[in-house]
């Protein structure tokens, strides 16, 4: 069959022709987690400003440790996402002595459609009882994908001149959001 004809086949059709070429579920060609230290695009990404460090906390076993930066900006895209509704989550740290960190957005956008579902942490001083242990900051609104394997652009960013100091980075993750 020529490459041209199967541009035009139905999704349910393709779905079902790499399964079976492929002898397993579609949805595990899906990335499902992005490493930020590894697949993201850091600004300044070097020491003084950030440090890429080992952490067996994390599931890929580095970290992304911010010490120090006025321009904040951490790009990176999950490739080939599924069509659905999905829960966008940073998996992260914030030191006690962490500055200037409520300016920052967390984001995640659809490339061709442009739905964005964006936050900023929340102004609370529990924050800083983390310490160093991660949690999961769960963007309040899901994201919604309409076209298959379409690419998600996430980022975090803050341009204001204050030094931020004090988070880690961990991974940024899409997780199904369940039906009720």
Avoid at 97 to 116: M, P, V, Y
Avoid at 167 to 178: F, M, P, V, Y
């Amino acid at each position: 069959m020529p490459k041209s004809a199967l541009n035009r086949l139905p999704d349910d059709v393709l779905f079902g022709i790499f399964s079976y070429c492929n002898g397993d579920d579609l949805r595990e060609f899906s990335r499902l987690i992005l490493c930020i230290a590894e697949e993201c695009t850091i600004a300044h990404d070097r020491l003084p400003y950030w440090r890429l460090a080992d952490d067996p906390r994390s599931a890929f076993g580095t970290v992304a440790l911010l010490h120090a930066v006025s321009w904040l900006h951490v790009l990176g895209t999950l490739r080939g996402v599924h069509t659905g509704k999905y829960n966008v989550i940073w998996r992260m740290s914030v030191m006690p002595r962490a500055q200037n960190i409520f300016g920052i957005t967390f984001s995640a956008e659809t490339q061709r459609r442009g739905r964005k579902s964006e936050s900023q942490l929340p102004r609370s001083a529990s924050l800083f009882e983390f310490g160093s242990d991660y949690f999961d900051f769960v963007l309040p609104n899901p994201i919604e994908i309409t076209d298959p394997f379409e690419d998600v652009i996430v980022q975090c960013k803050c341009e204001s001149h204050e030094w931020k100091t004090g988070i880690t980075l961990c991974s940024q993750q899409r997780r199904a959001e369940l039906e009720h």
